[in-house]
């Protein structure tokens, strides 16, 4: 039996791998992405529609309406799906670099599932917790010393992803407040963009994950010091 004074430290956070959860994840900003070029897809034929609504016939202003309205119902399945994984996934790689570097976040666990949801912060805040995430889980250089991996693919995923989710506000306020052909014309034309971004922007989100994925792997597997 142990003495009354002596405390007992708190377990080491073992690491968790985050390869199945980034296959999956990855697989879903795959579909994702090819539902957003179906959307550009339909916001073309809704483009082509509406530039001339009074020489259309009924059937097809309907279909091209139906497809539209699809192609959006599409969208929100695939982004609740995708959000739902991604965000396991970046929980479980925050956690990791707890153990790999836990000075290196500014904060704590939590954030990595909540800084989704806060207004106007979340503009921001996972993508902060990204670059910590990053640079905790890259190993040192030989000879101990902080070796630094360009955070580029970061940039570029968070970028898009912001730049779509602004343009795709201003095309779904003009969507709303489109009165004539050609205002309907200006609201698709926009919406196809922020389609177009969605897209590129889960592409980039791949790399991301399957980067980031790799460098926590080979961290874990080799060690914190790289083999240069």
């Given at each position: 039996m142990l003495p009354q004074h002596v405390v007992l430290p708190p377990p080491a956070t073992p690491l968790r791998s985050p390869r199945g959860l980034a296959t999956a994840t990855s697989?879903?900003?795959?579909?994702?992405?090819?539902?957003?070029?179906?959307?550009?897809?339909?916001?073309?034929?809704?483009?082509?529609?509406?530039g001339d609504l009074l020489s259309r016939g009924e059937d097809e202003v309907d279909r091209a309406d139906h497809l539209y309205q699809a192609a959006?119902?599409?969208?929100?399945?695939?982004?609740?799906?995708?959000?739902?994984v991604f965000i396991v996934w970046f929980h479980r790689v925050r956690c990791n670099a707890d153990?790999?570097?836990?000075?290196?976040c500014t904060r704590g666990k939590g954030w990595a599932i909540g800084g989704w949801f806060v207004p106007v912060g979340n503009l921001w805040i996972p993508s902060q917790i990204a670059r910590e995430i990053w640079t905790a889980s890259a190993q040192s250089a030989p000879d101990g010393s902080w070796r630094t991996v360009s955070q580029r693919p970061i940039t570029a995923w968070w970028s898009l992803w912001v730049?779509?989710?602004?343009?795709?506000?201003?095309?779904?306020?003009?969507?709303?407040?489109?009165?004539?052909?050609?205002?309907?014309?200006?609201?698709?034309?926009v919406t196809m963009?922020?389609?177009?971004?969605?897209?590129?922007?889960?592409?980039?989100?791949?790399?991301?994950?399957?980067?980031?994925?790799?460098m926590q792997d080979l961290k874990a597997t080799q060690g914190p010091v790289a083999a240069l």
């Open positions: 697989v879903l900003l795959a579909v994702a992405a090819a539902v957003d070029a179906f959307a550009v897809y339909a916001g073309a034929v809704m483009h082509g529609v509406s959006g119902l599409l969208q929100v399945l695939a982004l609740i799906a995708t959000a739902v153990v790999f570097a836990g000075d290196v730049a779509n989710l602004v343009i795709g506000r201003i095309a779904s306020t003009m969507y709303k407040n489109a009165d004539t052909p050609e205002a309907l014309q200006r609201a698709a034309d963009l922020a389609d177009a971004l969605s897209m590129a922007a889960a592409i980039l989100a791949i790399v991301f994950v399957r980067k980031l994925t790799a």
